[in-house]
């Protein structure tokens, strides 16, 4: 394609060279061009983009992308200058692979919670409905049963076109995917064409990338601003910013909830560890998810189907058998029946949601043990709140290491026992090994006691000092049922 016909949408401050140069690749990593590419220089967190222009073309790239020229140009190269190169690059990238988002039927989730839940079910619930589908997700992406490892909740602009490229090839008609705040602050979503986009919920995280609460909120309000007319907006009405994020957006504004008026009416008649009885839309139905906030993930899909012109009786009925994504409440029995659950709350709100809903579920005298902790090179404010939450609603808490990333994992337990009130210390133990943690967990349980081990959920690895290590709190904790069957 030709640097002209890529461009014909976007407003360009200078070029150099020619305009008809041929593209044949885009890519953002100078590591990654080759003979014909078209690299984007993009300032990141880390580094600049436009430090790597001259190994770009060194390595074959055709023409060069960015907000400003670098000192040096090459005659034989194409230079394009542009205000914002992360904006661009969404633009190009959907010209470049000619607009998949235009051609099915995208619909976007945002929130703090509940984005992998509600994208995965409505993915599950789709297929079931007889269509082909896409899902772009934390855990994983897929195109129907192929499933392609992610790196990323939502990933970059040129990758997602081509996943959407190659989920049209595959006749996928619809596709799901996960929009985090990241995403919608590095552009990572422009230049794609939404049918609806889902607000589940917001509270406290990435304040550590975002700043204040005051910009979090506005990164994923403004998912909503994008949407064309034409999109739907569907929003939780029981949070309370549920309203905010759609004041200003241009598409169709729809609600779910739970407590008041809205365009989907759902009521909790029961809630057990076997599943949800609900009332949606005056329709008394049974689900296999368990927990209140489940609930709303459920209103959330079935209102997304509605407003994608599903019948409400067919997705009532198919929803209700529908399985939670892997690691969202997985629960692990052992022989002498200590209920392990798997969950990936690994935010304030998330944590408490889900101690409460094991709270509730408890029927007797059950201990609850929770072994959590805190992501390094994230939101350290989290840390203390986390540990007060693990404190408040369990009888024993371990306190031990996520993904400690590049930081000391003592450094953000020291940081997470601060929330450990001192009437609460007794109960509290911390572990530094999680897997030492786990074990432990399991050495003071009794039968029918509940072993919460939060943060990690569906990840089958650790990662410590930029070294992922194989790790899997289903697996770890199967195998310490195991031994405590031996012994
Ligand atoms: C903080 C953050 O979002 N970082 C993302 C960002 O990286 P960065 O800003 O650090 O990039 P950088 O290393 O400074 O590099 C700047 C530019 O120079 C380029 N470069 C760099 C080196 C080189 O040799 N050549 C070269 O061209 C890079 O390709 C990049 O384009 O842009 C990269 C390329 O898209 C992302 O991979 C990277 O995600 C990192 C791995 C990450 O951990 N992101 C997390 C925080 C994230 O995005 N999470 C959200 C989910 C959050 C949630 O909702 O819970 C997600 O959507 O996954
Ligand atoms: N609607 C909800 N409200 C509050 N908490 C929820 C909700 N849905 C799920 N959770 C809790 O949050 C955890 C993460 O859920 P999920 O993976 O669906 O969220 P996410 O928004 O995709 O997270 P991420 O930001 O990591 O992509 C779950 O394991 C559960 O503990
Ligand atoms: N999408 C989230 C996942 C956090 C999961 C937790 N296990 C951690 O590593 O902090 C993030 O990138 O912040
Ligand atoms: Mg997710």
Redesign the pocket.
């Known amino acids: 394609m030709q640097l002209k016909d890529l461009f014909y949408k976007i407003s360009l401050l200078a070029t150099s060279g020619s305009m008809n140069t041929d593209v044949t690749s885009l890519t ?4 990654k061009v080759g003979s014909g590419s078209l690299f984007i220089a ?8 436009h430090n ?1 222009i001259e ?2 073309v060194r390595q074959g790239a055709a023409a060069i992308l960015c907000e400003e020229f670098p000192a040096e140009i090459n005659p034989t190269v194409a230079y394009v200058q542009v205000q914002d190169s992360s904006r661009a690059m969404g633009l190009v990238a959907a010209i470049f692979f000619d607009h998949p988002s235009q051609k099915l039927k995208l619909v976007g989730v945002t929130g703090t919670n509940g ?1 992998t839940s509600v994208a995965t079910l409505l993915f599950r619930l789709f297929r079931s409905l007889g269509y082909r589908c896409g899902l772009l997700s ?1 855990v994983q992406n897929q195109i129907d049963d192929e499933v392609i490892p992610a ?4 990933p ?1 602009a040129i990758t997602t076109n081509q996943l959407l490229t190659k989920m049209l090839t595959h006749g996928c008609t619809h596709v799901f995917m996960e929009v ?4 919608v602050v ?1 552009e ?1 979503i422009a230049g794609l064409t939404f049918t609806g986009g889902i607000f589940t919920n917001i509270t406290h ?2 304040l550590d ?1 975002h700043g204040t609460f005051d910009h979090y909120i506005r990164a994923k309000k403004s998912f909503f601003d994008q949407l064309p007319a034409s999109a739907f907006a569907l929003t939780n009405v029981d949070d309370k910013r549920g309203l905010v994020m759609l004041q200003n957006t241009p598409a169709r504004k729809e609600s779910y909830s739970l407590k008041t008026l809205a365009t989907f009416k759902g009521k909790v008649i029961a809630d057990s560890l076997f599943g949800l009885h609900m009332l949606v839309d005056n329709q008394e139905v049974w689900f296999k998810l368990i927990g209140r906030f489940n609930a709303y993930n459920l209103l959330g899909v079935y209102g997304a189907a509605i407003l994608l012109g599903e019948d409400p009786n067919e997705v009532l009925t198919l929803l209700s058998g529908i399985t939670p994504p892997p690691g969202r409440f997985e629960q692990v029995v052992s022989d002498d029946k200590i209920v392990g659950i798997v969950d990936y709350a690994h935010t304030p709100d998330a944590l408490q949601n889900v101690l409460e809903t094991i709270n509730d579920l408890r029927q007797a005298n059950e201990q609850i043990i929770t072994v959590v902790g805190c992501g390094g090179n994230r939101d350290a404010a989290k840390r203390p709140i986390m540990a007060e939450i693990a404190c408040r609603f369990s009888d024993r808490v371990i306190l031990t290491s996520d993904n400690p990333r590049n930081e000391d994992p003592m450094v953000i337990l020291e940081q997470m026992q601060t929330g450990v009130s001192p009437v609460d210390v007794k109960k509290t133990k911390t572990i530094e090994d999680r897997h030492e943690a786990i074990h432990q967990a399991v050495t003071l349980a009794k039968p029918h006691d509940i072993i919460l081990v939060a943060g990690k959920g569906h990840e089958t690895y650790q990662e410590i000092k930029g070294v992922k290590y194989d790790f899997d709190d289903r697996t770890v904790l199967r195998e310490a049922f195991a031994e405590r069957g031996n012994q």
Request: net charge neutral; glycine share 6%; aromatic share 6%.
């Open positions: 953002m990593d100078s590591r993009v300032r990141g967190t880390v580094t600049d983009g790597f190994t770009a984005k934390t790196t990323h909740t939502t970059d985090s705040s990241h995403a590095q990572r995280d990435h990338f």
